[in-house]
């Protein structure tokens, strides 16, 4: 896996690229951090000749810091530090597609990359996205949901979805307890996460699961979206994020898939 971290020398983006470094030593592959030193803003710049001196050296500094991270936190992974210069945001969506990178991490900042870009967009710190249904199957991604919270500084939404698809009019009954099922599961996982320091926040939909996370995603500075495969119990979510995942060229936005995990 290639991944690409969008470094401007922000708190921020200190943050993306240790981050970066963490998913590299978990799924292997190389570590790209690109700095570009955006020239064009001293073009009739008015506030002296020594603006864009002054900038550069402030520029090549946040590059030896990138390096400094990079040596302390990623001595083990194939990593490099680049510099570039024009637009930040359209230098590094073009720079991704030349390299066929497979992962961009961004701090928040940088969110415009994403209309761009040509692979999943992660801006951090953000939004980890978990889906919820009646069934408990969530219960298999809580400790991936808590360990990406904490590793990215994000703050987590926790999305009932209600597949009304699979019902008809006359099943109104059945739709009221599936809602209120859900709505005790999304009250479940915000005490499980709250428990690990982690700020949540609850939103309930009906709808086609794969659509209403679509939409949150985009109404939301979402860094990653989490789902759950479903377990013994049937879930539409594990449907979903199949679609999700053969459609991430257009959802731009990461879709992890999490595998049951034996408790304890």
């Known amino acids: 896996m290639k991944i690409l971290v969008a470094y401007d020398g922000s708190l921020n983006s200190q943050v993306a690229l240790k981050y970066g470094i963490q998913k590299v030593r978990e799924v292997g592959g190389r570590l790209i951090a690109l ?22 050296k402030e520029s090549a500094g946040y590059v030896e810091d990138a390096k400094r991270i990079i040596t302390e936190n990623g001595k083990e992974i194939h990593a490099k530090v680049l510099t570039e210069e024009g637009n930040p945001e359209d230098v590094t969506a073009d720079f991704a597609k030349t390299e066929m990178v497979d992962l961009i991490i961004a701090p928040p900042r940088y969110k415009a990359i994403a209309k761009n870009a040509p692979c999943p967009v992660s801006v951090i710190p953000g939004n980890i996205l978990l889906p919820v249904d009646n069934t408990e199957s969530y219960l298999t991604a809580l400790g991936r949901v808590a360990r990406e919270a904490a590793a990215t500084f994000s703050k987590v939404i926790i999305l009932g979805v209600v597949p009304v698809h699979l019902y008809s009019k006359w099943e109104k009954k059945e739709v009221e307890s599936i809602k209120k099922e859900t709505e005790a599961a999304m009250k479940k996982v915000k005490k499980l996460l709250s428990k690990d320091g982690i700020e949540t926040r609850e939103i309930m939909r009906s709808g086609y699961p794969d659509e209403e996370i679509v939409k949150v995603a985009d109404e939301y500075p979402v860094a990653m979206i989490i789902i759950p495969e479903s377990g013994d119990t049937p879930s539409e979510l594990g449907k979903a994020a199949n679609i999700l995942i053969d459609d991430s060229d257009t959802l731009k936005k990461p879709v992890l898939l999490v595998a049951p995990e034996k408790a304890g």
């Open 35 to 56: 700095h570009v030193f955006n020239s064009s803003i001293f073009i009739d710049y008015g506030a002296g000749p020594n603006a864009e001196e002054t900038a550069r």
